[in-house]
């Protein structure tokens, strides 16, 4: 049973994602349970599938028994295994958090909606799970159709944001594709470890550098790095909530890490960081990424907007702490997609959490919320103080090593954006807790006492998650050592040595 | 001079794909149809599709089916035939693109049923009005 985790973790949901479609037409209260039950089995499969990389080493799966370079492989190291846990726990709390809105909102499209979710995920754990460029690429188009399909649902605005995003995203794939067949041409492989030992005995560097730039660049739209991030606030935006707070933390972070896989495994650093020339060229885009998305998010006037604009910011941090090529930037930027798709979590499911007793657009229709829902604002203040970087919340330990590593690699102004940018986010976010804090309830002009507004707390099963994942967080950062040291240092480091 | 001229005829077929990117990549950005649109998306993805299938050719060579395969012990020189696997992918490649294009065009469909109108300049314009009365 054990040895077919790999296969497990897709197989599973895919299958349902089908089932779940047709019991969205016979029942529909069944669409709930079997996809929650669908993705436990993904979820339980990854920490088993962890526990076996960190006992025994990497694993390599061979679909249907065929070896590799002919059959498709997965290929799990630690790296890609806590990313698997990532996903299937986010895709999971995201799913309960909004049981009841979905059940509310979407009634007559409810098996559709629970199948493009399963599908969206499975699309994200074949991108991480597979050891094969152009799988990659399919499971890509799967994860992003189901997003557009599942963006689009909110009706109004969002169909037209929705298209601009498939419009750019498709451009993204494409060059993605286009990459790997510049690859493809000169090694005659798609596997990537194969790739990558055939590489560097190559001689015709300038090929293997174009499919660089493709692939790179594709990856870079996918992400909504900075110049290239305009479909990102609108899409997610209009949105509607349950979809929005599942995409928002995992696309953006999943692209990163395809990014991380092709420059640690397909093309090695020392390719990447010494022949190409260009890392001080994005490293200067990820500083502009991060001021010009701090000022964007700054001058937002509506909640859920503001916090697309800060994914921007934290994209930036990541491709920038990646880009600096040290060992502790690597690091903060692999920890900063595991804290970062969790506070993402955190504050979009508070903001989830406000919008279905509140219906606020604007930053005003939130005075007196502490009163009113005071445990849903203490989960979005920790998920603040995270996003902020307060040393007991795990955004903190991440913001260290990326700081640290732009100091060792002697980038200053990475540096500096990284502390303006936190600055920045302390003023987004006190000004939010002001507004909740402080300013009252329905002010009555004339009037000094104000009776204290009743408690109207969201419903339990989406305080719950919530909790969870403000308790997360938290845990995250203390044991945020044990996190580098166990997963993420075995990851980075092997890969750096001997080249550098 | 004419070893450009040279360059530019032995490839001629990356400039073929080069120039289909350019036009359906200028479709998506310039025009203001949202069909247009989604017709130079398609461009877009086939001129990929077509590199793909370039790549595969080889100079006097034959389809990849190998005759008398099953009796035959005769050695097979793979010069002799195409290269299967790039068209391969691009059967799930041409899916993905049709499938893109599905989405693409359902998108549409509910823009047009909610706007009345495919120009993206008067969806946007009746957006921001609707915005405003708020």
Same mark, same amino acid.
């Given at each position: 049973m054990s040895a077919q985790f790999p296969a497990l973790i897709i197989v599973v949901p895919l299958l349902t994602a089908i089932v779940v479609n047709i019991a969205g037409w016979v029942r529909k209260s069944f669409c709930f349970p079997l996809a929650l039950a669908a993705l436990t089995v993904s979820f339980l499969s990854a920490i088993g599938l962890m526990g076996r990389v960190m006992a025994e080493g990497d694993v390599i799966y061979r679909m249907a028994g065929w070896d590799p370079p002919w059959g498709i492989a997965l290929h799990i190291d630690h790296l890609n295994g806590i990313i698997l846990i990532l996903i299937s726990l986010v895709a999971i709390l995201n799913m309960i958090a909004y049981r009841r809105a979905v059940a509310d909102q979407l009634t007559n499209r409810l098996g559709a909606f629970y199948s493009l979710y399963l599908l969206f995920v499975i699309g994200l754990m074949g991108i991480v799970i597979t050891g094969d460029t152009f799988n990659l690429y399919v499971l890509l188009e799967i994860s992003s159709l189901s997003g557009y399909a599942l963006l689009g649902m909110g009706g109004g605005r969002a169909t037209l944001s929705s298209?601009?995003?498939?419009?750019?995203?498709?451009?993204?794939?494409?060059?993605?594709?286009?990459?790997?067949?510049?690859?493809?041409?000169?090694?005659g492989s798609l596997n990537m470890a194969d790739i990558a030992g055939i590489l560097p005995t190559l001689e015709s560097v300038s090929v293997i550098k174009v499919s660089f730039i493709l692939c790179i660049v594709g990856l870079f739209i996918k992400m909504a790095l900075f110049p290239l991030h305009t479909w990102l606030p609108n899409a997610y935006s209009h949105a509607p909530n349950p979809a929005a707070s599942l995409i928002a933390p995992l696309t953006t972070k999943v692209m990163i890490y395809v990014m991380i896989r092709l420059i640690l495994t397909v093309y090695q650093p020392d390719f990447t960081f010494i022949q190409m020339e260009i890392a001080e060229l994005v490293q200067w885009v990820a500083v502009i990424a991060i001021v010009a998305g701090s000022v964007l998010a700054y001058k937002q006037n509506k909640l859920k907007r503001m916090l697309a604009y800060i994914i921007v910011v934290e994209v930036g941090y990541m491709v920038g702490g990646f880009w600096l090529g040290n060992a502790a930037g690597m690091t903060g930027a692999v920890l900063h997609i595991l804290n970062d798709a969790m506070m993402t979590?955190?504050?979009? *499911?508070? $903001?989830?959490?406000?919008?279905?007793?509140?219906? #606020?657009?604007?930053?005003?229709?939130?005075?007196? *919320?502490? $009163?009113?829902?005071?445990?849903?604002?203490?989960? #979005?203040?920790?998920?603040?103080?995270?996003i902020i970087g307060v040393p007991p919340t795990c955004g903190f330990f991440s913001k260290w090593y990326l700081i640290s590593g732009g100091i060792n690699a002697g980038h200053y102004a990475f540096v500096a954006a990284l502390i303006i940018s936190s600055l920045v986010n302390v003023l987004l976010f006190f000004r939010v807790i002001e507004i909740g804090y402080f300013e009252p309830f329905n002010t009555h002009n004339g009037h000094n006492h104000h009776p204290k507004p009743p408690m109207q707390e969201a419903s339990l099963d989406m305080l719950v998650p919530l909790m969870i994942t403000a308790g997360l967080l938290i845990a995250m950062g203390i044991y945020a050592h044990s996190l580098v040291t166990r997963f993420i240092e075995p990851a980075v480091l092997p890969s750096l040595l001997g080249s550098l | 001079m004419p070893e450009l001229i040279d360059i530019l005829i032995a490839r001629y077929n990356y400039w073929v794909v080069i120039c289909l990117m350019m036009i359906g990549l200028y479709a998506m950005m310039a025009k203001n149809n949202l069909i247009k649109k989604i017709i130079g998306m398609s461009i877009f993805q086939t001129a990929v599709i077509l590199f793909y299938v370039s790549i595969a050719t080889k100079h006097d060579a034959s389809i990849p089916i190998i005759g008398h395969g099953h009796n035959g012990h005769h050695a097979i020189h793979a010069a002799d035939y195409m290269n299967?696997?790039?068209?391969?992918?691009?059967?799930?490649?041409?899916?993905?693109?049709?499938?893109?294009?599905?989405?693409?065009?359902?998108?549409?469909?509910?823009?047009?049923?909610?706007?009345?109108?495919?120009?993206?300049?008067?969806?946007?314009?009746?957006l921001k009005t609707e915005y405003l009365s708020q």
């Open positions: 298209l601009q995003y498939l419009f750019l995203g498709t451009i993204g794939a494409s060059f993605y594709l286009l990459g790997i067949g510049y690859l493809y041409i000169v090694t979590l955190c504050v979009f *499911l508070a $903001a989830g959490a406000v919008m279905s007793r509140v219906q #606020f657009d604007k930053f005003e229709h939130l005075q007196g *919320l502490f $009163a009113k829902m005071p445990f849903t604002m203490i989960a #979005f203040v920790v998920g603040a103080l995270s | 299967p696997l790039p068209h391969v992918l691009m059967l799930t490649a041409i899916v993905v693109s049709v499938a893109t294009l599905g989405v693409a065009l359902a998108l549409a469909v509910k823009a047009y049923q909610q706007h009345d109108t495919l120009e993206e300049d008067e969806i946007i314009e009746q």
